[in-house]
């Protein structure tokens, strides 16, 4: 089954574009293409639902940063990956942590595009090298010297964050800690509460933000 894709972008012309080109990628469908959050809004109530929103962040009325912070609090089982004009660090670190899970340029190659959606379709996140520097400059020296701490996570709950920025499932999970899983949903309960996110690659993007893992081995 092809991953459904949606557009949100005022640029007429632009959202076109990445239409027809995101229909040369063999397994995506692009489902609506609209010019703001309102009209994107219409159409998931409508129960027209994709896998994956390519969110523009320049957009009157309900700019980029609403709608993906929208998305993340009404449909989180939506990614968002930003695709903007704005390299500026702020723009970055806010549609991050507003549920974005990719951002990317508009003056990227099709290659990268396709290479960003994969990505997001298979691990739930897409992040270069680039966008990474940017999060750590962004992160405070507190924040980076001890986030654990800083949150009050403890040695469990660290050892399951770990785990979870695998692809082992929960009932893995449990397995490998030698917990019950009704433990692992406690662990995860607290987890999701002291980083303040709402799902499992919420909870994954904080953590490399905070540099609590590294994925670059895996």
């Not at 999701?192 to 904080?206: A, H, I, T």
Request: glycine fraction near 6%; proline fraction near 3%.
């Amino acid at each position: 089954m092809d991953i459904k894709i949606a557009i949100v972008d005022d640029h007429e012309l632009m959202a076109k574009a990445l239409s027809g080109l995101v229909e040369k990628f063999d397994g995506y469908e692009v489902i609506f293409e609209v010019s703001g959050g309102a009209a994107m809004i219409q159409r998931l109530q409508l129960q027209m639902l994709p896998d994956i929103v390519l969110l523009d962040i320049n957009m009157p009325e309900m700019d980029g940063f609403e709608v993906s912070l929208w998305l993340k609090n009404n449909y989180p089982h939506i990614k968002v990956l930003a695709l903007s004009m704005n390299d500026k660090e702020e723009s970055i670190v806010k549609m991050l942590r507003n549920g974005a899970v990719g951002y990317l340029l508009k003056g990227c190659k099709p290659l990268e595009l396709k290479q960003a959606l994969d990505s997001v379709a298979k691990k739930g996140f897409y992040y270069t090298e680039y966008i990474t520097s940017q999060l750590i400059r962004s992160l405070t020296p507190e924040a980076l010297n001890n986030p654990v701490d800083q949150l009050g996570i403890n040695d469990r709950e660290k050892l399951f964050i770990e785990l979870s920025c695998s692809d082992l499932t929960y009932v893995q999970i449990a397995d490998k800690m030698c917990v019950s899983p009704r433990t692992v949903d406690g662990y995860r309960e607290s987890v999701f509460q002291k980083m303040n996110v709402k799902s499992r690659v919420g909870m994954v993007l904080e953590a490399i933000k905070m540099q609590m893992v590294d994925l670059s081995g895996r």
